[in-house]
Nanobody, 122 residues
């Protein structure tokens, strides 16, 4: 079994900061890309940021310069530092990871966390 558990969400005023964490646990041989997505009420889920195992990142234009994604490969954990938060950042934030579960199975499978709510008040 593999689990992704997000933490760090909450209620913050506009201009504030939050740091989200995503910890992967269970039967894990290797993790490829890790990413953060978000879904606001009535909207489709959208990519926020993704980071490769080697540390290359891709960040959505809507959060560029405000959000930073990072990871600790030794801890199988990804982070999303969110600064200068805006009310439009309000959403459920989901962690995604491409995980290879064993040395004999070469496939990387997408796993998702259950999400953490981020609410930014004006």
């Amino acid at each position: 079994q593999v689990q992704l558990v997000e933490s760090g969400g909450g209620l913050v005023q506009a201009g504030g900061s939050l740091r989200l964490s995503c910890a992967a646990s269970g039967s894990i041989f290797s993790i490829n890309d890790m990413g953060w997505y978000r879904q606001a009420p009535g909207k489709q889920r959208e990519l926020v940021a993704v980071i490769t195992r080697g540390g290359s990142t891709n960040v959505a234009d809507s959060v560029k310069g405000r959000f930073t994604i990072s990871r600790d490969n030794a801890k199988n954990t990804a982070y999303l530092q969110m600064n200068s938060l805006k009310p439009e950042d309000t959403a459920v934030y989901y962690c995604n990871a491409q995980i290879r579960r064993s040395v004999v199975n070469y496939a990387f499978v997408d796993y998702w966390g259950r999400g953490t709510q981020v609410t930014v008040s004006s």
